[in-house]
């Protein structure tokens, strides 16, 4: 199993900046990509960004493409998600997942995944 833990949610104004950090534990050595996902009020759960684990090759929404940035760092354990020029409709609970087997980064077939993290940006 692998356990997950995000933090770096908080509320911005529009037009500012967040870093969001996802910290893996357990059976890290059997993850493929990672990710990140959003689920906005009264919306469906929603792709944001894909890491590949191995060679850091990067997956993203359209929504997003230019403004957030995913990244990683193997020898931590540890993925994130730079969020420049946010807007009020990137307000939702992000979540990150893992999957470790080998299912493809971009998509919605993740094994683990985290509690969460609020990001409320404000107009």
């Known amino acids: 199993q692998v356990q997950l833990v995000e933090s770096g949610g908080r509320l911005v104004q529009a037009g500012g900046s967040l870093r969001l950090s996802c910290v893996a534990s357990g059976r890290t050595s059997s993850i493929y990509n990672m990710a990140w996902f959003r689920r906005a009020p009264g919306k469906e759960r929603e792709f944001v960004a894909a890491?590949?684990?191995?060679?850091?090759?990067?997956y993203y929404v359209d929504s997003v493409e230019g403004r957030f940035t995913i990244s990683r760092d193997n020898a931590k354990n540890t993925m994130y998600l730079q969020m420049n020029s946010l807007k009020p409709e990137d307000t939702a609970v992000y979540y990150c997942?893992?999957?470790?087997?080998?299912?493809?980064?971009?998509?919605?077939?993740?094994?683990?995944w985290g509690q969460g993290t609020q990001v409320t940006v404000s107009s």
């Open positions: 890491i590949s684990w191995s060679d850091g090759m990067s």
């Open positions: 997942a893992v999957d470790t087997r080998d299912v493809g980064p971009v998509g919605y077939d993740y094994d683990y």
